[in-house]
């Protein structure tokens, strides 16, 4: 009978035991779900940051190129590798002067081709002379003479989207156009967000 007490106690001091083991298991995975969830909020926190960051990068570029133009190459500019910075300038002038018939003096603070060649970005130094230029490349309607605002990576980006659904209100008979980064339907103001997740009125 004293045999079974003993077996009984000692059985009673490992459940004992084990109980202290599954207990600190569970101690432990509670810890670690709290430091997971708290990683968790650790990232969306700063990738809200990030996102916050880039779209304060993302306004500073547009204003550092708010009185940029962007010129297509297929318009005889024949940008070349040996091209020199003041060659590249005085392409532009002649194309202003001789194609878009622009009879005022247009300062150019800087022109150079993008990586691939396919363009010729023009810094101006101020919004009239932009202005100018881009009411005489319209006026011209050449198809070979292509002139735009310069945008950052990602007005750009939303343009090509917003196109879309310009040509898609125009089919429906809507007035339509393009507004830096939204679009104008009628009058009315449509981020691509809006334009994304239902149809405009």
């Not at 079974?4 to 298991?25: T, Y």
């Not at 150019?108 to 881009?134: E, G, H, Q, Y």
């Not at 917003?162 to 429906?172: G, Q, V, W, Y």
Request: one cysteine or more; proline letters at 1%.
């Amino acid at each position: 009978m004293w045999r079974e007490i003993r077996e009984m106690k000692s059985d009673i001091q490992q459940i004992g035991s084990l109980r202290s083991d599954v207990n600190k298991v569970i101690d432990d995975v509670s810890k670690a779900k709290e430091d997971t969830e708290s990683i968790k909020k650790e990232n969306r926190q700063l990738k809200k940051k990030i996102g916050e960051l880039e779209d304060k990068i993302d306004v500073i570029e547009n204003e550092n190129k708010q009185n940029n133009i962007v010129i297509n190459a297929d318009n005889g500019l024949d940008i070349r590798v040996s091209d020199r910075q003041k060659e590249f300038e005085e392409k532009v002038s002649t194309l202003f002067k001789d194609k878009l018939k622009i009879r005022e003096d247009i300062k150019v603070d800087k022109a150079f081709p993008n990586k691939d060649r396919s363009c010729m970005i023009v810094k101006l130094t101020n919004a009239r002379d932009k202005s100018l230029i881009i009411s005489a490349a319209m006026a011209l309607s050449d198809p070979a003479i292509y002139i735009s605002s310069d945008y950052s990576y990602k007005v750009r980006q939303t343009r090509k989207k917003l196109i879309m659904h310009m040509i898609k209100a125009r089919d429906n008979g809507h007035n339509a156009k393009l507004k830096f980064d939204k679009l104008l339907i009628d009058r009315k103001i449509y981020s691509l967000d809006e334009l994304e997740n239902g149809d405009y009125d």
